[in-house]
C-alpha cells in the first residue's frame, strides 16, 4: 500500500503564487507516473498536469506557461508551482501517482487551493 500525503494548499490573490507537494510513503516498488488533478464545484476531476518517471510533462492548455510540474524521484514526492493564479483556478487538488510493476493507482486527499479576484 501507497499514501499520498497533500500539503500546499491555500488562499491566495489573484496573480499570487503557491507550491503543492504530494509526498508517497509505504510499501514502494517504483513510482511511475506522478500527476495533478483538480475538482471544482460541480465540475469534473480534470487533469492539470503529469509527469513520467524521465520526466516528460504533460499540462492542460489552461495552466500551460503558469504551471510547473517536478518530482524528486529520491523523495518519493511530486510538486506543482503555480504561479499567476486566477480565480477559475479555485478547486480542489488532488495528486495521482502510478506504481510498481502492474501500475496500481493511488489517489491524495486533496488539497484545497483558493483564488481570489
Known amino acids: 500500500q501507497v499514501q499520498l500525503v497533500e500539503s500546499g494548499g491555500g488562499l491566495v490573490q489573484a496573480g499570487g503564487s503557491l507550491r503543492l507537494s504530494c509526498a508517497a510513503s509505504?510499501?514502494?516498488?517504483?513510482?511511475?507516473?506522478m500527476g495533478w488533478y483538480r475538482q471544482a464545484p460541480g465540475k469534473q476531476r480534470e487533469l492539470v498536469a503529469a509527469?513520467?518517471?524521465?520526466?516528460?510533462?504533460n499540462y492542460a492548455d489552461s495552466v500551460k506557461g503558469r504551471f510547473t510540474i517536478s518530482r524528486d524521484n529520491a523523495k518519493n514526492t511530486v510538486y506543482l508551482q503555480m504561479n499567476s493564479l486566477k480565480p477559475e483556478d479555485t478547486a480542489v487538488y488532488y495528486c495521482?501517482?502510478?506504481?510498481?510493476?502492474?501500475?496500481?493507482?493511488?489517489w491524495g486527499q486533496g488539497t484545497q487551493v483558493t483564488v481570489s479576484s
Open positions: 509505504g510499501t514502494i516498488l517504483s513510482i511511475n507516473d
Open positions: 509527469i513520467t518517471s524521465g520526466g516528460s510533462t
Open positions: 495521482k501517482v502510478r506504481e510498481g510493476d502492474y501500475d496500481w493507482v493511488y
